[in-house]
C-alpha cells in the first residue's frame, strides 16, 4: 500500500481539485482528507457518512466560585493570561496545561476534557473516506490529523487497498507534519506566483527535513510562464522532480461548482493534464 | 483601531487585501501573523532594521540534583517529560513552556533554558511600519511567536494584522483583541464553505466582521445569498482580472499597478470605520 498526500504550503492552489482528481483516477483506494480545519474534499465527494465519532483532546481549566478562596495563586501562576483578577477561566486563552489546578490550594480548579471535533468514515462514489472536523477555535489539528492518517491506513489495511491518497493540511506546523509522516509521495502544488514559489520551498524543506519524497506541480502556470520557468529553474537546481503543469481552465471551477471532480467532467486541458500527472506518478511509485 | 485580515482558508487573497489596504492608508502599521507561510514581506518589501530570536523556556533536568520522584512527569498536560528509572526524558517538541515543571519539581532540579522557535523582523518601507514573525522549519508550537509579533503592535496608527488561514489556534491568536476582521473569500463551493466556518468563529469570538469577496464575478451566486441571510456586509468586490492575477504573480501591487484601487480601499477603511460606530 503507497500513501500519497498532496500539500501546497498556503491553501488556495489546487491542492483539493487534484487530490479529487486522483480519488477519480486511481483504483482500489482509500481517501482522507487532513485539512481538518478548513476541510473542503467533501464538496467533490459528497460523502454519506457511517460513522461518527467524538474527537477529545485537551483539557480547559475551570474555577469553581463556592471552592475559590481569592488566593490569586492561580493567575500568578498561568502563563497564558487565562485567569482574570475575578477568578474566572478564559477558555480560548487557555492551553490546558493544569499549573493551576496543581497550585490552587482550595482544590478549586477542575480540568474539564475539551470535545474538539468530530471524525467520520465514510462512503463516497469512489471509495472509503476518512474526514473530520475540527471544533471552531480549537487547538490540536496536528493530533485529529494524525488520528484521521491512522484510520486511513487501518481501514487501508482491512480494505486491502493498494493507495491512500491524502488532502494534506495548509501551512508548515504541527498539522503539515503530521499529513506528512510515512508518506511515500508527497506531491507539491504551487502557483506561478512569488509567493506560491516561496511557500512550496517552505513546505519542501518540511518534507525533506522528515526525508519523505516530493514532486512538484505547477497549477495555472501559463497565468505567468516567466514565473513558471523560474520555478522549473528552481526544480532543477534543488533536485525536485517537477511532474507536471497545469493550464488555467475555467472548466475546473464549473466541475467545481456541479460538486464534480474535473475528471467526470466534459473537458480538455486541465483535465488530459492531471490525468498525464496521474500516470506518471503511477509509474513512479510502482 | 486594529483591523485583522483572516479567511477561512488560505489563497483566497488575505494577503493581497492587506498588504493594498496598509498601502492606501496613512499613519499605518502591518503585522504578517501568517508565521508558518509569511508572504506580506514579498509585495512590501520592508527594509528590515531589527531581527528578534523569539524562545520558549524548556525545561532542563540537573542530574545531580534530581531523585526521579517523578513529580514533573505527574504535572505536565503535554507528556513533555518522561521519568524512566535512572533518566529524565524531555521532548522539547511537546512543550508548551508553562513552567509547571520547575516550579514543583521538590527538589529545585529543574531550570528553564530557552529553545528558539522562530523570529520576529521589524521594518519599515516608507512611511509604513512592518513586522513579521518567522516559525523556524520542523517546529510546531506558532502562538507563542504571534503573540510575539502581536507585541509590536503600535497603538499610535491603524494596525492591520494579516492571520493565517483556518479557523483554528493561530489564527484565534492573531485575531483576539481586534477591532474588526476582514474576511476574504471568493464566490465558489470551497469558497463558502470556508466562509461560513469563518464566519462562525467572529460570532464566537464577538468580532464584527464584513467580507471583502475576491475574484467576485467567477464561481456562482451562492455566496451572495449567504450573505444576505446571514447579514454579513460585503465590503467590496474584487474582480478577477489578468492584470491583478499578472501584478500579483510578479510580487506587485494592485495599487501599484491599477491606481484607481487605492480609493476602493480608502473607501474600505472608511466602511469599516462606519461599520465600528
Ligand atoms: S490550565 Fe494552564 S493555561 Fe489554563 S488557566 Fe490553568 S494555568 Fe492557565
Ligand atoms: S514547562 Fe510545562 S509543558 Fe513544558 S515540560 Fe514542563 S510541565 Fe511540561
Given amino acids: 500500500m503507497k500513501q500519497i498526500v498532496v500539500i501546497s504550503g498556503k491553501g488556495g492552489t489546487g491542492k483539493t481539485i487534484l487530490t479529487g482528481a486522483f480519488a477519480a483516477l486511481a483504483e482500489n483506494k482509500v481517501m482522507a482528507d487532513c485539512d481538518v480545519d478548513a476541510a473542503d474534499l467533501h464538496l467533490l465527494l459528497s460523502p454519506e457518512i457511517e460513522q461518527r465519532h467524538q474527537f477529545k483532546s485537551g483539557f480547559t481549566a475551570k474555577i469553581d466560585k463556592k471552592l475559590c478562596k ?165 526544480c532543477h537546481k534543488n533536485n525536485i522532480e517537477l511532474i507536471g503543469k497545469i493550464s488555467f481552465d475555467e472548466d475546473v471551477v464549473k466541475a467545481l461548482v456541479e460538486g464534480k471532480t474535473i475528471i467526470e467532467y466534459p473537458s480538455k486541458g486541465a483535465k488530459e493534464q492531471i490525468i498525464q500527472i496521474w500516470e506518471k506518478l503511477y509509474q513512479r511509485m510502482r | 483601531m486594529i483591523i485583522s485580515v483572516a479567511s477561512g482558508k488560505g489563497g483566497t487573497g488575505k494577503t493581497t487585501v492587506s498588504v493594498n489596504l496598509a498601502l492606501s492608508l496613512t499613519n499605518v502599521q502591518l503585522l504578517d501573523c501568517d508565521v508558518e507561510e509569511p508572504n506580506a514581506h514579498l509585495f512590501i518589501k520592508p527594509e528590515i532594521k531589527n531581527t528578534v530570536p523569539v524562545y520558549i523556556p524548556i525545561p532542563q533536568i540537573d542530574k545531580e540534583k534530581c531523585d526521579f520522584c517523578g513529580r514533573c512527569q505527574e504535572v505536565c498536560a503535554y507528556n513533555a517529560l518522561v521519568v524512566i528509572k535512572d533518566k529524565v526524558l524531555v521532548f522539547p517538541e511537546l512543550c508548551h513552556g508553562c513552567g509547571s515543571c520547575t516550579y514543583f519539581c521538590p527538589k529545585e532540579a529543574i531550570k528553564e533554558v530557552d529553545k528558539e522557535i522562530g523570529c520576529v523582523e521589524i521594518g519599515e518601507k516608507d512611511s509604513l511600519q512592518f513586522a513579521h514573525g518567522q516559525l523556524n522549519i520542523g517546529q510546531a508550537m506558532s502562538p507563542p511567536l504571534i503573540r510575539t509579533v502581536k507585541q509590536y503592535a503600535n497603538p499610535s496608527r491603524t494596525v492591520i494584522i494579516d492571520a493565517p488561514p483556518g479557523t483554528s489556534c493561530p489564527v484565534i491568536e492573531s485575531i483576539k483583541g481586534s477591532d474588526f476582521c476582514i474576511l476574504v473569500s471568493e464566490p465558489t463551493p470551497f ?87
Fill in chain 2, 191 to 277: 469558497g463558502l464553505n470556508d466562509l461560513k466556518l469563518a464566519v462562525e468563529v467572529l460570532r464566537k469570538m464577538k468580532i464584527p466582521f464584513g467580507l471583502v469577496l475576491n475574484r467576485a464575478d467567477i464561481g456562482d451566486e451562492k455566496t451572495d445569498a449567504y450573505c444576505q441571510k446571514e447579514n454579513v456586509p460585503i465590503l467590496m468586490r474584487i474582480p478577477f482580472k489578468k492584470e491583478i492575477a499578472s501584478c500579483y504573480s510578479r510580487g506587485e501591487n494592485i495599487v501599484g499597478a491599477l491606481p484607481e484601487y487605492k480609493e476602493k480601499f480608502e473607501k474600505l477603511y472608511k466602511d469599516i470605520v462606519r461599520c465600528r460606530t
Fill in chain 1, 70 to 234: 481569592e488566593c490569586g495563586r492561580c493567575v500568578a501562576a498561568c502563563r497564558f493570561n487565562a485567569i482574570s483578577e475575578d477568578f474566572v477561566v478564559d477558555p480560548i486563552s487557555c492551553e490546558g496545561c493544569a499549573f493551576c489546578k496543581f497550585i490552587c490550594p482550595a482544590e478549586a480548579v477542575i480540568m474539564q476534557e475539551n470535545i474538539a471535533g468530530e471524525w467520520y468514515i465514510s462512503r463516497t462514489r469512489f471509495g472509503s473516506l476518512v474526514h473530520a472536523k475540527l471544533g471552531i477555535a480549537e487547538e490540536n489539528s496536528g493530533k485529529l490529523v494524525a488520528l484521521v492518517r491512522q484510520k486511513a491506513k487501518e481501514l487501508a489495511q482491512k480494505e486491502d487497498a493498494d493507495w491512500v491518497i491524502i488532502d494534506g493540511a495548509p501551512g508548515i506546523g504541527c498539522p503539515v507534519i503530521a499529513s506528512l509522516s510515512g508518506i511515500d509521495c508527497a506531491l507539491v502544488v504551487t502557483e506561478p506566483t512569488l509567493s506560491g514559489l516561496h511557500d512550496a520551498d517552505r513546505v519542501i524543506k518540511v518534507a525533506r527535513h522528515f526525508s519523505v519524497p516530493v514532486a512538484l506541480v505547477v497549477n495555472k502556470f501559463d497565468l505567468n510562464t516567466q514565473m513558471s520557468e523560474e520555478i522549473e529553474s528552481y
